[in-house]
Each structure stands twice: as structure tokens, then as C-alpha cells.
């Protein structure tokens, strides 16, 4: 199958520029096609693409392979924390509750597959019984950002026709305001128990974890009537991985090392836009 290498700089660097061009051609690379002057390209396979990947590895520029059929994806399917938005917001929580560290330390392990991930949100929920609710509202308002190029991404794919859906491991409550913001036609998450007013220190059963991400992209790849490979899944931690893998187009953004070694596309140095140029897109037909 004939594929592309696409070239994807990180933003604002400019680190696409003639050297990388002349590289190409001293490569015994064909004509490059622009996606975005100076900040991504693509160029047909060929036969030297390995010993060119090296000898840019120390620049800020992602290179990826993609088949170049079926590129523009119908599905988007994107997880949340550290993915669509730059932080995990259970740790959010646990820095309200006043144990950020505690909980930070076992969100990173189960974000690099050391620990069981229903096992590590379990452990972690509990202990953050007795939080008041209400502070989810603030942690929106006040410690929650976006991450770069998301508003794009959505708008985009779904100006070309794409279904897109937030399922996260994290909660619908934080999910819920997300997706709407960004423009998710649907989200997916586990369900924080409160009683009067304050956190129980239970989540929500069946957890939604790695499983339940690849069930989710299955079961709305069969509702929409295409297939998996039709869908372009993003995450970032080891609790995405079978939904990567499963995906036509599974992308590990700035993601963990395990992840990185498994996923077939890797964003070290792009912002959420570098899913679209993955797919062909030209900057020209971004929808902000």
C-alpha cells in the first residue's frame, strides 16, 4: 500500500525549513507537498525515510507514516486527561483535598501501566471522601485549560462529515463540560457517588478503563456503520492503548514511554492540529 511520511513541526518553530527540504531531496525523496509552510509537509515513502528519520531526531518535528488511503478519519475518538485538556483532573482533586502529591504519584504509575488502573481509581477516589461536590465547578473554572489545537480538531472532522466522542476514565461530571465546550457530540466516564452534597469515596461500577475505551470505539464505529478503521483514536496513557490499537488511525499525543513503544503514530512536539494534518488536511481548511 503506497504511504506518505508527514512531516509536523511544533508550533511556532519554524523548524520545517530549506535544510529539512534539501535533506529530502538528499535522501532520494520526490516532491514534497505542503500542508503548512514551514510547519508540516508530506512526501511519498521512500526507500531511505529510516535513515532520514534519524538524522532529524534531535529537531522539534514529529515524522509519521500513514497509509495514503482512507486517511481522513470518519470517527474521532479522544481521550480527556493530558489529551483534550492539560491536566488529570483527579489529581485536581486530590490538590483541592489537599493531598495532590499522594495522588499524583499514583495517577503517573497507572498512566504508565505500573498499577492496575481500576484498582489505582479506586484507591484514589476514596480518598477523597468528605470533598465537598461543588469544588468540581471551581476546579472547571479556575484549573482547567485546553489543549492547544482541540477547537480545530473537532470543528474540522466534523465539517468533513466525522462523529466525535470524549471517553475518558475520568468523570462525567468533568467530561460532561468539556465535550461541550469543545463540540463532542457525545462523552463517556465514570460516575463520582455523592450523598448530601460531598464526595462518597466511591466511583461508579462498571469502571470504565482500557476495555471499556475499546468497547466504546467498537459499539460507535457499529452504531455510525463504518468500520474501526475508519476511526482516528488520540490518548495518552497506557489505559488507551487497546483503543489505539484498534483504531485505523490510533495517535499517542506527548504520551507515556509504554505508549509511545506500542502506538503506531506518535505527537511528541504538535498540538492537537498535527491529527489533522495526519489525515491530509491543509492548514487552509481548518474550521476555527
Not at 174 to 185: C, H, I, P, R, S
Not at 253 to 278: C, E, I, M, S, W
Amino acid at each position: 500500500m503506497e504511504s506518505v511520511l508527514v512531516l509536523i513541526a511544533a508550533p511556532g518553530s519554524g523548524a520545517i525549513n530549506a535544510n529539512i527540504t534539501e535533506m529530502l531531496r538528499d535522501f532520494g525523496a520526490g516532491m514534497p507537498r505542503w500542508l503548512e509552510t514551514s510547519e508540516a509537509l508530506e512526501v511519498a515513502d521512500f526507500a531511505a525515510r529510516p535513515q532520514f528519520t534519524e538524522a532529524i531526531a534531535a529537531l522539534p518535528v514529529d515524522a509519521n507514516v500513514v497509509p495514503a488511503e482512507n486517511r481522513r478519519k470518519r470517527l474521532l475518538i479522544a481521550d480527556m486527561d493530558s489529551t483534550m485538556i492539560e491536566q488529570e483532573c483527579i489529581d485536581e482533586l486530590g490538590v483541592m483535598a489537599g493531598i495532590g502529591e499522594h495522588i499524583k504519584a499514583i495517577t503517573a504509575r497507572a498512566m504508565r501501566g505500573e498499577l492496575d488502573f481500576e484498582g489505582a481509581l479506586t484507591e484514589r477516589v476514596k480518598l477523597l471522601k468528605g470533598l465537598p461536590a461543588s469544588i468540581i465547578d471551581q476546579i472547571l473554572r479556575e484549573r482547567i485549560s485546553f489543549m492547544a489545537g482541540g477547537r480545530a480538531l473537532i470543528a474540522t472532522m466534523k465539517a468533513h462529515g466525522a462523529y466525535t466522542a470524549l471517553v475518558s476514565g475520568g468523570f462525567t461530571p468533568f467530561t460532561a463540560k468539556v465535550a461541550a465546550a469543545l463540540g463532542f457530540d457525545e462523552n463517556q466516564a465514570n460516575e463520582l457517588i455523592t450523598a448530601d452534597g460531598v464526595l462518597t469515596g466511591e466511583v461508579g461500577r462498571p469502571i470504565l478503563g482500557q476495555q471499556a475505551k475499546l468497547e466504546a470505539l467498537q459499539r460507535i464505529s457499529a452504531r455510525l456503520g463504518i468500520a474501526t478503521g475508519d476511526a482516528l483514536a488520540v490518548g495518552d496513557g497506557a489505559n488507551d492503548l487497546a483503543m489505539l490499537g484498534a483504531a485505523g488511525m490510533g495517535v499517542a499525543l506527548h504520551a507515556k514511554p509504554q505508549v509511545q513503544a506500542q502506538a503506531r503514530y506518535r505527537v511528541n512536539h504538535g498540538d492537537l492540529t498535527a491529527l489533522l494534518y495526519l489525515q491530509g488536511y491543509r492548514k487552509a481548511e481548518f474550521v476555527r
